[in-house]
């Protein structure tokens, strides 16, 4: 009942998406009216009613379906009067524009100075000796920067990997690997279980001995279980040409002298261990597969399993089980806003009920990681995909930032190489539509869904809510249809590469 219930007010609500102000008659502006300016050109946004006559300084100015309006002005230098007119009502108003800023005051100088020194400190490493354990989905950091979406994710690791910390800031710690390698861990994804010993000897008291190693197939999945002498991060990559994942364990010596190969094995071609450090052991995972397909990394006792996902029998979508993440959700993450009040949220959640619907009329069985407004936080929705067993995930947004009378475009983001190719599909039939511009394919992106490999993912920013033009498309109930149906139609063709690859059908 909560589902059909959520599905219908998701429906509703598309149904009323271009006249979302029309309640709201009176000329507003909502951008633009200030005192003072700096920049000759000049944003000027509002809200009238839908596709009403707007007239900016005896111009006209378009105004879209969702009643959004804005136009650019250039700016003397002094007094800029304005005057906004829609039907019966108008709003005047005075922007001055100078072309030298004012100089800051002593106090305004100080309170400048003094953020940016509590930045450096907050930023700042100080020396510290202790051990920490990792918790669930705890992943480590290249290096100390970082942006909206965190520092640049090595990989994550499985809770209870113990590591010792010889630095600190107010957010990471500095662990140690190896010898020769340290990596950063934010404060929050571990905990302090003790002090390290005085005079720490890295090697005498934190290397062990790698051992024997097998492969075997566990029915849905090989499993190459990796004997290493106790529970020791690990760096994790997956390579194409040759298919191949490489797992670097630090802390570890090799001593591994015998690489069982049980029989039928479906994607383990072969294993290969080598020391690339004094304590720090390579094992190379050759795979007999063309496409991935993901893999999950855990350790049982101290064996770290690598379990890689077999390739589905019948490559075809009817045999699949697809997630759709619907971003943000929940009175806490609107995501980003439009112009007219469009919530992203609410796209979000829309374009993923129409991409459900298509691709199960097409025989997939689909599962959401949310199927009303409701706040989800990236764990959770790792967590479902995991337990409901997706083959492949698909997490839907609406983009923001640039200039709102601006066309940017859409775009498609993938974190490993392997998965280039889904994003590349989706966005070149999402670039088939009439007047959607290409903001581009981004790989490497740091977002949290994408990041774990237990399936691949492929983040879709469908348009720019944040543009005047764009908002208007993704208010379009049809729009939004057509979108997803082209989502649909590139992971059609991902799923047909891919059983071309694998020979389960020729070109």
């Known amino acids: 009942m909560r589902r059909i219930f959520s599905y219908m007010a998701v429906a509703a609500m598309s149904a009323i998406a271009f006249g979302a102000n029309a309640q709201e008659s009176a000329l507003v502006v909502k951008r633009g009216q200030v005192d003072t300016v700096y920049k000759a050109k000049h944003q000027v946004l509002g809200l009238a ?29 002094g007094d800029n009067a304005i005057e906004v007119k829609s039907g019966n009502e108008s709003k005047s108003f005075n922007v001055y524009y100078s072309k030298t800023r004012k100089p800051l005051t002593e106090e305004q100088k100080a309170a400048a100075k003094a953020k940016q020194a509590a930045e450096e400190e907050k930023a700042k490493f100080y020396p510290t000796s202790v051990k920490v354990k990792s918790k669930k989905y705890s992943y480590l950091n290249y290096g100390a920067g970082t942006d909206r979406l965190g520092g640049a994710k090595i990989n994550y690791l499985p809770e209870g990997i113990e590591m010792y910390a010889d630095a600190e800031n107010a957010n990471l710690y500095r662990v140690r690997l190896s010898q020769n390698r340290y990596a950063y861990i934010p404060k929050s994804q571990v905990e302090v279980v003790g002090k390290a010993n005085e005079g720490y000897d890295f090697m005498q008291e934190n290397v062990v001995l790698s051992g024997s190693s097998t492969a075997y197939n566990m029915g849905s999945y090989d499993r190459v279980s990796l004997g290493i002498g106790g529970k020791k991060p690990y760096i994790v990559k997956e390579y194409t040409d040759p298919h191949k994942i490489v797992v670097d364990v630090y802390g570890v010596q090799c001593n591994s002298n015998w690489l069982t190969h049980k029989s039928g094995l479906k994607s383990v071609d072969n294993i290969d261990v080598e020391s690339i450090d004094s304590d720090v052991t390579r094992f190379t995972i050759y795979l007999k597969t063309k496409s991935s397909w993901g893999f999950s990394a855990n350790y049982s006792g101290n064996s770290l399993n690598i379990d890689i996902k077999h390739v589905p029998e019948k490559l075809y979508l009817k045999n699949l089980t697809i997630g759709i993440d619907a971003g ?58 995991i337990e409901k067993k997706a083959d492949i ?108 690859l694998e020979g389960q059908a020729k070109k």
Request: glycine residues 8%.
């Open 328 to 385: 943000h959700g929940g009175p806490q993450s609107n995501g980003a806003v439009g112009l007219s009040g469009l919530k992203e949220k609410d796209m979000n959640l829309d374009m993923a009920y129409k991409l459900k619907a298509i691709l199960e009329k097409q025989g997939a069985k689909v599962v959401l990681t949310r199927e009303e407004d409701e706040g989800m936080s990236i764990r959770e929705r790792q967590d479902k995909m």
């Open 49 to 77: 009613s839908p596709q009403a006559e707007v007239v900016v300084n005896g111009k006209a100015v378009k105004a879209y379906k969702t009643g959004s309006w804005g136009v650019e002005l250039e700016l003397i230098e």
């Open 393 to 500: 995930v698909i997490s839907i947004h609406c983009n923001a930032g640039g200039s709102p009378l601006s066309t940017l475009g859409t775009s498609t983001y993938y974190r490993y190489n392997v998965y280039k190719p889904l994003a590349e599909d989706i966005l070149g039939y999402l670039l088939t539509m009439d007047d959607v511009k290409n903001f581009g394919m981004v790989g490497n992106f740091n977002f949290s869904l994408s990041a774990i490999t237990e399936f691949p993912c492929v983040l879709v920013e469908t348009l720019f809510i944040s543009s005047l033009w764009e908002e208007e498309q993704l208010a379009d109930p049809a729009f939004r249809q057509a979108m997803m149906e082209n989502v649909a139609k590139g992971l059609n063709d991902y799923i047909k590469e891919c059983r071309i």
